[in-house]
């Protein structure tokens, strides 16, 4: 996370329970390690600045602790379980919620309660979407796992980086897709209906997706490839990326694809360009 006079914040990437605050790997600040107690993390989730304070959520203990640039512990939050949450702009922390597999579309949580009592999450806004056809894929040993299919169409959302606004697509009939973006008190900033050229789903591409259930076990193909439906084309929109200017990356390419093909979006909602990143 970058943060103010060139100065950056981020875990060690290794036990992530080591926070790391400087300009540089040379000069950076060491703070905390594995632990429970004040400073201390059982696994940093997400790092980013409020100002000159720098604050990390930690998400086996489900808090979040703030540390001026030296490193000194200023402050310790209790947090809702689960990954993902972002301090808005407003201080409040934001997080999408999880997904269950049949839900149709997401949502955007905000923590309720303080840090001095159990806090749960309010739902802040929902993007809608259809939640999509779930199967259950044959195992090797007999054992088999329910996932919904890998082409369907649903909803996809992302985040700003500093927890300032939410987008959404939600696919709508043939070739449109709505995108609808939130800022961090839930009001409706974007709302546009955007027609997106379909991308073919070759077989290079169909087989990688059932590769990844059958994995070892071959013998388990072709029960896995009649349980799943082969669409002409892929999801119009597979992935977003948001910016805090409000630009908006959007994926058209299959998980996984050697070659990433995004439509990006400047802050008015026009088309500013195309991307193959490799």
Avoid at 143 to 168: H, K, L, N, W, Y
Wanted: with cysteine.
């Amino acid at each position: 996370a970058a943060g103010p006079g060139g100065l950056m914040a981020w875990d060690d990437g290794v036990g992530r329970n080591t926070l790391m605050i400087g300009t540089s790997i040379d000069s950076a600040v060491t703070v905390g390690r594995s632990g429970e107690g004040p400073g201390e993390f059982g696994m940093i989730d997400r790092v980013g600045w409020s100002s000159d304070t720098v604050w990390a959520t930690d998400l086996f203990q489900a808090r979040a602790q703030f540390f001026d640039r030296n490193g000194e512990l200023l402050d310790v939050r209790r947090l809702p379980s689960g990954a993902g949450w972002l301090r808005a702009p407003n201080g409040k922390f934001l997080a999408i919620g999880s997904r269950p597999i049949e839900a149709k579309g997401w949502s955007v949580l905000q923590v309720a309660g303080d840090s001095s009592a159990p806090v749960a999450a309010d739902t802040l806004f929902h993007f809608p979407g259809p939640g999509g056809k779930v199967v259950t894929i044959p195992m090797a040993g007999g054992g088999s796992m329910i996932t919904s299919e890998p082409f369907a169409p649903m909803a996809v959302v992302a985040a700003a980086p500093d927890g300032s606004r939410f987008c959404g697509s939600e696919p709508l009939v043939g070739d449109q897709v709505r995108i609808r973006c939130i800022d961090y008190h839930g009001a409706l900033i974007r709302d546009t209906v955007l027609a997106l050229a379909p991308v073919p789903l070759g077989d290079s591409t169909w087989n990688h997706a059932v590769s990844r259930f059958v994995r070892k076990d071959e013998g388990t193909r072709s029960a896995v490839e009649a349980l799943l439906t082969r669409p002409q084309s892929i999801p119009l929109v597979t992935a977003l990326g948001v910016d805090r200017d409000g630009a908006l990356w959007i994926d058209r390419s299959e998980r996984g694809a050697r070659v990433q093909h995004f439509l990006r979006l400047n802050p008015r909602g026009d088309v500013r360009d195309t991307l193959l990143l490799i």
